[in-house]
């Protein structure tokens, strides 16, 4: 199946095969969505995006990663949700540390209930059941993205030129019974290791970029930082050109703005990390809501680039509904 959605920079169409929705603009794969992964149980399978393919075509996601085979280019992962690991891999606990605990639980697609397209680009609406190792039910979560081709005032044209978002929202639903504290290493007692929400792994090349954030630029001491974007600049290899992630939150999440996990000398990783160094309770039938837009963009940014780019995906975060 094919929408169209016509745009100033170009078509933007998805195909369905059945297991993952692939986006292009004028026939170029430029995002692909796995909703049925097959991925091993160890692996907390769920939904991700990768690749992610710059509007130039250079690939900005590694998933299965030997280091971290768990690390899929760009997904929502939980590692400490109640005493379920969501993220995949060992899970850490005040008690174990990292240890392999038989508690990987799986978020599993139930179906789209809408899939359509406007001006603005392509939108999904999800269903998903997340459930525990052992096959109980945990979660049940909405879930809603859309793929935009950024767009904005006259004197941010040049800078938004090559430039796409992912607009993400969850509804995560409390179903298993009891209340669950929604937590992460950290929270566990593991220094600076507050991983845990929507998280991008970027290609080996990127190791060593840049991250810029309205403080400034810099490197590993943007962990655990608070504002309201992020972005990050590497190098890709072959290509030898620079593309940027931008990470941009909703003004209405809980405790907005949260922390980041962003890292860039051990490999290139950034997220968004709202359990970072506090559990936050789900109570049994409750429900929490985030949303965030994430930006792919060609070439390197500047202040000025950084911050139109931050706010036009803000503005397309606002007015999506």
């Known amino acids: 199946m094919t929408i169209p959605a016509t745009t100033s920079v170009g078509q933007l169409?998805?195909?369905?095969?059945?297991a993952a929705l692939t986006f292009t603009v004028d026939g170029r794969a430029i995002a692909t969505y796995t909703y049925r992964p097959t991925d091993d149980q160890y692996e907390s399978p769920?939904?991700?995006?990768?690749?992610l393919i710059t509007l130039g075509g250079d690939e900005v996601t590694i998933a299965r990663p030997w280091d971290h085979v768990w690390h899929k280019g760009l997904s929502w992962a939980l590692p400490n949700v109640g005493p379920h690991n969501f993220w995949g891999g060992a899970t850490y606990t005040r008690a174990t540390e990292y240890a392999n605990l038989e508690?990987?639980?799986?978020?599993?697609?139930?179906?789209?209930?809408?899939?359509?397209?406007?001006?603005?680009?392509?939108?999904?609406?999800?269903?998903?059941?997340?459930?525990?190792?052992?096959?109980?039910p945990v979660i049940e979560e909405y879930r809603r993205f859309s793929i935009q081709l950024l767009a904005g005032p006259v004197r941010t044209v040049a800078d938004l030129e090559g430039a796409y978002a992912i607009l993400f929202e969850t509804t995560m639903g409390n179903i298993s019974g009891e209340e669950i504290l929604i937590g992460?290493?950290?929270?566990?007692?593991?220094?600076?290791?507050?991983?845990?929400?929507?998280?991008?792994?970027?290609?080996?090349?990127?190791t060593g970029g840049?991250?810029?954030?309205?403080e400034g630029t810099g490197t590993d001491e943007f962990m655990g930082t608070r504002s309201p974007w992020i972005a990050f600049?590497?190098?890709?290899?072959?290509?030898?050109?620079?593309?940027?992630?931008?990470?941009?939150?909703?003004?209405?999440?809980?405790?907005?703005?949260?922390?980041?996990?962003a890292r860039s000398s051990m490999f290139a990783c950034l997220g968004s990390a709202p359990f970072f160094s506090e559990e936050v309770p789900l109570g049994e039938?409750?429900?929490?809501?985030?949303?965030?837009?994430?930006?792919?963009?060609?070439?390197g940014v500047d202040q000025a680039r950084a911050e139109a780019l931050g706010d036009a995906a803000q503005a397309a975060l606002t007015s999506w509904v």
């Not at 769920?46 to 690749?51: E, I, L, M, N, V």
């Open 233 to 261: 600049t590497g190098k890709h290899d072959v290509s030898c050109r620079s593309s940027t992630i931008m990470f941009v939150e909703g003004t209405g999440n809980p405790g907005a703005p949260g922390k980041w996990f």
């Open 103 to 136: 508690n990987n639980g799986a978020m599993t697609h139930q179906a789209f209930t809408a899939i359509s397209d406007t001006r603005e680009g392509i939108s999904a609406s999800e269903a998903l059941t997340w459930t525990s190792q052992a096959g109980q």
């Open 184 to 206: 992460s290493p950290t929270t566990e007692g593991r220094h600076n290791a507050g991983y845990g929400g929507l998280f991008w792994r970027g290609p080996r090349s990127f």
């Open 285 to 299: 039938g409750a429900q929490l809501t985030y949303r965030y837009a994430v930006v792919i963009a060609d070439g």
């Open 210 to 214: 840049e991250f810029r954030s309205p």
């Open 46 to 51: 769920r939904p991700f995006f990768h690749p």
């Open 13 to 18: 169409e998805y195909q369905d095969n059945g």
